[in-house]
């Protein structure tokens, strides 16, 4: 019998995304042409 791998978040990244400036950042610049749509106050 094969053991399953059990996966586990990448606990790093899920705290670096955490941050509502660098979340707004990747959107505003990948969806908005660097248009500073979404704020982070409003995450």
């Not at 606990?11 to 704020?39: M, P, T």
Request: no cysteine; hydrophobic share 45%.
């Amino acid at each position: 019998m094969a053991v399953k791998n059990k996966l586990k978040p990448d606990i790093v990244l899920k705290n670096f995304w955490r941050d509502n400036d660098r979340f707004a950042d990747l959107f505003n610049g990948s969806l908005f042409h660097g248009e500073k749509i979404l704020q982070p106050d409003m995450l």
